[in-house]
Each structure stands twice: as C-alpha cells, then as structure tokens.
C-alpha cells in the first residue's frame, strides 16, 4: 500500500503535464479510489482531492447526485478495470459546466 501512495504522489507531476486540469483532476480521484489507502472513506476524501484540484485550477467545485451515483460508479469501475479515465472525464468535464452555468446564473 505505502508503495502505491509514494507512486500516486510521484505520478501526480508528469501526469499534470500530460493532462488537462479536469483530466488531472478525474485521474486523482479514480486513481485514489483505486488504491483504497484507508479502511473508510476513500471516497470522500478523493473527491475532496478532486475538488481542490479543480478549485486550484479555478474551476468551481463539484458534487455527484444520488441519483448520478450508478453513472458515478460506473466511471469509476471502468477505470480500475481497463484504466479507461474518459467516461469519469467527461462526467468531471459536464459536472464543471453545469456548475459554472449556475455560478453564472447567478450574476446575470
């Protein structure tokens, strides 16, 4: 376990350089999930990852719906299987429009 956190925290640089913020952003969270360092709340705290990524990046933060959570695990499933990041991706990428499409809603 200790040598997967070591490699997700090494990775995390040449990955940025490799991916765009919402991909880097979605990578964090399905690579941390995958990993499963702690007995409990993974989830959480990868999507709190998730998030800060995306707020550092300055894009807003993001929530899954209940009733998204099949989709959401779905994404996740077929990263740890075939390492396919782009449905987890492109939910990330929707879920930040949407959230930016309120934000400006709001102003205007």
């Known amino acids: 376990m200790y040598k997967q956190v070591k490699d997700f925290y090494s990775d995390l640089t ?3 350089n490799e991916l765009n913020q919402i991909e880097l952003a979605a990578w964090t969270h399905a690579e941390f999930v995958r990993i499963h360092p ?3 709340r993974n989830g959480r ?3 709190l990852v998730m998030n800060y990524q995306l707020m550092a990046s300055s894009f807003p ?3 899954i719906a209940k009733e998204n959570r099949l989709e959401y695990f779905n994404t996740l499933e077929a990263y740890a299987v075939d ?3 782009a449905p987890l991706s ?3 990428a929707e879920l930040t429009q949407q959230q930016l499409d309120r934000c400006l809603g709001m102003i205007g």
């Open 14 to 16: 040449w990955r940025g």
């Open 38 to 40: 702690f007995p409990d």
């Open 45 to 47: 705290t990868s999507r």
């Open 61 to 63: 933060a993001i929530s």
């Open 83 to 85: 390492g396919n990041l």
């Open 90 to 92: 492109d939910m990330v």
